[in-house]
Each structure stands twice: as C-alpha cells, then as structure tokens.
C-alpha cells in the first residue's frame, strides 16, 4: 500500500511540474527581456498606459499636492484605488460622480479623472474640463 | 541587491536568536514572524520603526551573543541533491521578481501600499491607517507581511516594491526546505523531497498571481504559520513554540485568528494544561489586534469574525453548500494539479491502516479549516459563489502543511521516533 501512495505522490509531482514549468519559463523569459530595460519602462511596459498617465499626472502637480481620484462609473474604483498605490505618498481623495467631489467642499484642487470605458490612465483635467465630462 | 541580501541576512538572524528561546525552529520563517510580532508591538507601543528595528537588532544580538544554543538533536544537515527540486523553483522566482516590477492587483493595491504607508509614516497608526490621506482598501487587514517589507524598505532607504519581492519567494522555499528537514525525521527521504516539491511546483504555489509566491498577498505567510503550528501539534513537545506561530498567524490575516483557536483546542488534546503557554502569545496578539483596530478607521469591510458568529444559526442550511462550492476549488487541475487528489487518498488509506492519530490531528485542521472559512463565506454580504470563486484556492493554501503531513504518514513508516526531542524547551 505505501508504495501505491509513493508512486501516486511521484505522480502528483510529476504533474505539478509540467503544469508549473511552462509558466516559470514564461516568467524568467520575460524577466530576462525586462533586464535591460529601467525600473520605470518595466512597469509601463507591465501596466501599460495606467501607470505612464500616474506618472505623468505626479510629475505635473507639485509634491504633496492632494488630489481628487474621480470615478466616472463605480467600477472604475478598482482603478483608482490601483492608482493610490503609485500616488502615495501624495494624499488622494477619491469620489464616485462628478457631483459627489462638487459637493465636497473641502474638496482638492486638483483632478484626476478615471472612466476605464475611455481608456485605462488617470487624466488631469481642469474643473472646465470636469464640467464637460460630467455633461457629456 | 542590498535589501535582497538584508532579507536573507535579517529574516534568519532574527530566527536564530527566537531559537535561543524557544528551540528549534526554522530560522528565516522564526525571523518572519518574530520581526512582524514584535514590531507591530512595538509601533502599537509608540515607538517609530527606526527605533523598533534597532530594538529588535539588539536583542537579537545579544540573545545569539549571551544565551547558549539549545540542544537540537534530530536536526538534519544533510543536503543531498534532491533538494534541487526545491532550490530550483524557487531560484527562478527570486531571478524573475528580482526584475520584474510588482503588479498584482491586491498585493500592491493592499498589502504593498501598507507598507509603503508604515515605511513612510514609521507608525501603524499614523494619518494613513486613519484614513487622513488617502483611502486604505482593507484598512484593519493584519500587519505582519507589510511591517515586514516595510522593515526592508526602511533599512534599504527605499520604499520600492522590487526591492522587496525577494521575501515572498523565500517564505515558501524556506516552508519547503523545513518540511523536507521534518518529514526526513520520521519518513524515508524521497517521501520527504517529493512531499516539499509538491509544495512549491504546485501553480497555485508557484504562479498564481493571487496568492502565488511571485504576488505580495499574505496566503503563503498564513501557510507557513499554520504549517509550523501544527507540525508543533504532531510533535507534541513544545506549547510555547505552538503560542509563538499562532500569534504569528493572528497578525498575518484575519483568517489567522480562528485557524489559530482551531489549533488551540486541538493543543489541548496534545499539551494538556501546558497548552496555557500556547494561549498566552495567542490572547496577546489578538488583544493587540483589537487595540490597533479601535485606533484606525474600518473602511469596506466588517467584523468577519462577529458578523459570522453572530449570523451562522440562521444560515446554518448555507454552510455544506457552501462548504462543497470551496471544496470543488480543490480540484480545478490546472491550480492544484493533484495535490488534493493525493490528500483525498492518503487519507483514505490511513483509515484502512487505522492510523487515527495523523488522521485525527490533520483531519481536524483541514476540515475545521475548511468549515470555518464555509461558515464565512455562507453569511457573506457578497454573493457566495463569487466570493469564494476569488477567494477559494487561496483559503486552500493555508492548509497545504496538515495536507502534506497527511500524504507523507500515508507514504511512509515512521523512521524515527521524535517525540522525546526538545523536552526541555518548554
């Protein structure tokens, strides 16, 4: 009996390397072609234009400006919340509809505009801009 | 490169000066946990993370320094190379995220941006965790995982993600090589390689961006703990040691708490009245845990713990649905291969062989497990079946080590007899 379990746990081995090595492979080909790339190009490469747009819009405000993370439908959260992550430490606020953050009046000045419908980035808009989203 | 070594060099320091205390334990798994407790202690005492870590590296220097090594017989260190099995998945990884930028959603979402808070802040109760500048998803989550990176971060000067994705890797190869080390005691060796290989090539171990060892959640962690508590439980000889991971295990995540309590009763089977060393750290934590929770804002999600007590006789017809809707999750192939399969099995042939102790002792784990996270996941406010279809594989996780002990006493004869070793560490 316990060489049945041994030959059964040989085999669940087995199988577990071939379901896992064709992914590990994957994964240190593309850390390989990564290498040569610098930290910044490898997360933009990964995360594609979410992660330039967050870069962008940190290089354009002044350091520790907050900022208002508005979500144009209540799943683009999952972006903004993404976004704290590569904000922080600048303080973000975050407002599901345009009418949520005007009322807000201890609202940041500045906005950044999530609609994944669009496209997957945060947009700095200007509260003139934030009015014709809002009205579109 | 410097924090990927001070991970290696800290973490097993740490370790080393636990085992002065405590006995035999897995250096870098002792040092994981070791450093999360007492920090989070610490910062929930006031003291900043710099000062923290320097308190922590002086007590672990003078422990090595004045207090004499435990006796450690039946501690193993031979290396045959079967172990490559282990080291070389787990040195593709440390390679492939040595590189590559951390992106899973909830480990840099949640857990990751954490630590960049603690890291920045030196506190865990600072404007951050308050909700003062910036929304915390899973705000009142457990620390231990990102008091750790944090840890790195502030001793590397930096609060970059690549620099610490090193550690999560190398928590489940040291999880691994501690089983491999454990199982050699009492069964033949190939039955101990193939039993730590099976852990780490599993995908849902090995790749799976939610949970997987290349991710920054806190699954594996909460694994590791669980694994270590309950091969605390077969041995039978040590309750502090027992005390130790439980209290880990509460500040790794929120389901660390009633695995913990599940340990515990079943300690009391083991340990008798010495499991009262076990309950000490066990109570500590949790209290500590309530403390910091009464400092921070709660964002989206409730008392799990409470809302499931309070809620479960009402719902009571919802658990063994729920609990064969996160069974079924077992035995998607391409996540678990057959590793469950083999459970499934090594438990069936103890029965025939009436071997009840490792039946009663694992069996109790996962099936208490098991049960407990049904009972969550069944007065859920979220849809059951989409709860646990994110959720499942991962909970699976924590029970890997009672599964694998399953497997290996099915697999092999008890070779040696370890239950007179470390009597004295009490």
Same mark, same amino acid.
């Given at each position: 009996?316990?060489?049945?379990?041994?030959?059964?746990?040989?085999?669940?081995?087995?199988?577990?390397?071939?379901?896992?090595?064709?992914?590990?492979?994957?994964?240190?080909?593309?850390?390989?072609?990564?290498?040569?790339?610098?930290l910044h190009?490898?997360r933009?490469?990964?995360l594609?234009?979410l992660y330039?747009s967050i870069r962008t819009l940190d290089r354009q405000l002044p350091a520790g400006e907050p900022i208002a993370l508005?979500?144009?439908?209540?799943?683009?959260a999952d972006l903004g919340i993404y976004a704290n992550y590569y904000l922080y430490p600048r303080p973000t606020k975050h407002?599901?509809?345009?009418?949520?953050?005007?009322?807000?009046?201890?609202?940041p000045?500045a906005?950044g505009?999530i609609?994944?419908?669009?496209?997957?980035?945060v947009?700095?808009?200007?509260?003139?801009?934030?009015?014709?989203?809002?009205?579109? | 490169?410097?924090?990927?070594?001070?991970?290696?060099?800290?973490?097993?320091?740490?370790?080393?000066?636990?085992?002065?205390?405590?006995?035999?334990?897995?250096?870098?798994?002792?040092?994981?946990?070791?450093?999360?407790?007492?920090?989070?202690?610490?910062?929930?005492?006031?003291?900043?993370l710099?000062?923290?870590?320097?308190?922590?590296?002086?007590?672990?220097?003078?422990?090595?320094?004045?207090?004499?090594?435990?006796?450690?017989?039946?501690?193993?260190?031979?290396?045959?190379? @079967?172990?490559?099995?282990?080291?070389?998945?787990?040195?593709?990884?440390?390679?492939?995220?040595?590189?590559?930028p951390q992106h899973d959603y909830d480990g840099t979402a949640f857990w990751m941006l954490k630590a960049k808070a603690i890291a920045t802040e030196g506190a865990v109760d600072g404007p951050f965790f308050r909700g003062e500048n910036t929304f915390s998803p899973r705000n009142?989550y457990?620390l231990?995982?990102p008091i @750790?990176v944090a840890?790195?971060m502030q001793?590397?000067?930096g609060a970059d993600d690549l620099a610490v994705?090193?550690?999560?890797?190398?928590?489940?190869?040291?999880?691994?090589?501690?089983?491999?080390?454990?199982?050699?005691?009492?069964?033949?060796?190939?039955?101990?390689?193939?039993?730590?290989?099976?852990?780490?090539?599993?995908?849902?171990?090995?790749?799976?961006?939610?949970?997987?060892?290349?991710?920054a959640?806190?699954?594996?962690?909460?694994?590791?703990?669980?694994?270590?508590?309950?091969?605390?439980?077969?041995?039978?000889?040590?309750?502090?040691?027992?005390?130790?991971?439980?209290?880990?295990?509460?500040?790794?995540?929120?389901?660390?708490?009633?695995?913990?309590?599940?340990?515990?009763?079943?300690?009391?089977?083991?340990?008798?009245?010495?499991?009262?060393?076990?309950?000490?750290?066990?109570?500590?934590?949790?209290?500590?845990?309530?403390?910091?929770?009464?400092?921070i804002e709660?964002t989206?999600?409730?008392?799990?713990?409470?809302?499931?007590?309070?809620?479960?006789?009402?719902?009571?017809?919802?658990?063994?649905?729920?609990?064969?809707?996160?069974?079924?999750?077992?035995?998607?192939?391409?996540?678990?291969?057959?590793?469950?399969?083999?459970?499934?099995?090594?438990?069936?042939?103890?029965?025939?062989?009436?071997?009840?102790?490792?039946?009663?002792?694992?069996?109790?784990?996962?099936?208490?497990?098991?049960?407990?996270?049904?009972?969550?996941?069944?007065?859920?406010?979220?849809?059951?079946?989409?709860?646990?279809?994110?959720?499942?594989?991962?909970?699976?996780?924590?029970?890997?080590?009672?599964?694998?002990?399953?497997?290996?006493?099915?697999?092999?004869?008890?070779?040696? @007899?370890?239950?007179?070793?470390?009597? @004295?560490?009490?």
């Open positions: 009996m316990r060489s049945v379990v041994r030959a059964a746990l040989t085999l669940a081995l087995v199988i577990a390397i071939f379901l896992a090595l064709p992914g590990l492979v994957r994964t240190v080909r593309q850390a390989a072609d990564l290498r040569r790339l610098d190009a490898r933009a490469h990964l594609g234009p330039e508005i979500f144009r439908q209540p799943a683009d407002y599901f509809g345009v009418e949520a953050y005007q009322q807000d009046p201890r609202r000045a906005i505009w609609d994944r419908e669009t496209a997957w980035e947009r700095l808009l200007s509260e003139q801009q934030l009015a014709e989203e809002a009205s579109r | 490169l410097i924090p990927a070594l001070l991970t290696l060099v800290w973490f097993p320091l740490v370790g080393a000066a636990v085992s002065r205390i405590l006995g035999r334990v897995p250096f870098f798994l002792a040092g994981v946990a070791a450093s999360g407790v007492s920090l989070f202690l610490l910062l929930l005492s006031g003291i900043p710099g000062w923290g870590i320097i308190l922590l590296a002086a007590c672990s220097v003078l422990l090595l320094l004045f207090r004499p090594r435990r006796r450690e017989e039946g501690y193993s260190r031979r290396s045959d190379v @079967d172990v490559l099995v282990v080291v070389l998945p787990v040195a593709a990884m440390l390679f492939a995220v040595s590189i590559i009142q457990p231990l995982l @750790d840890l790195v001793i590397s000067g994705r090193w550690l999560f890797p190398l928590i489940l190869g040291s999880l691994a090589l501690e089983m491999r080390r454990r199982f050699r005691l009492r069964y033949p060796p190939a039955v101990a390689t193939l039993c730590a290989g099976l852990l780490v090539w599993t995908p849902q171990f090995a790749l799976k961006p939610e949970g997987g060892a290349m991710s959640y806190s699954d594996i962690a909460l694994a590791a703990f669980i694994a270590m508590a309950f091969f605390e439980l077969v041995d039978g000889t040590s309750s502090a040691r027992l005390g130790f991971w439980t209290a880990a295990m509460v500040l790794t995540k929120s389901e660390g708490l009633p695995v913990a309590l599940l340990l515990i009763v079943a300690g009391v089977w083991v340990f008798r009245f010495r499991i009262i060393a076990a309950a000490v750290p066990l109570i500590a934590s949790a209290a500590a845990l309530v403390v910091w929770r009464s400092r709660i989206d999600e409730g008392d799990l713990f409470g809302r499931t007590v309070s809620l479960l006789p009402s719902r009571i017809e919802d658990l063994l649905p729920a609990l064969a809707e996160l069974s079924s999750y077992a035995f998607v192939f391409r996540d678990w291969g057959a590793f469950w399969v083999i459970t499934a099995g090594a438990a069936v042939v103890l029965m025939v062989r009436r071997q009840w102790r490792p039946l009663m002792l694992a069996g109790l784990v996962i099936i208490g497990g098991a049960l407990l996270y049904s009972a969550v996941s069944a007065v859920s406010e979220w849809d059951r079946s989409e709860l646990l279809r994110v959720t499942a594989s991962r909970l699976l996780m924590h029970l890997a080590g009672p599964a694998l002990y399953l497997i290996a006493s099915a697999s092999g004869a008890t070779k040696v @007899d370890v239950s007179h070793l470390d009597v @004295d560490a009490e």
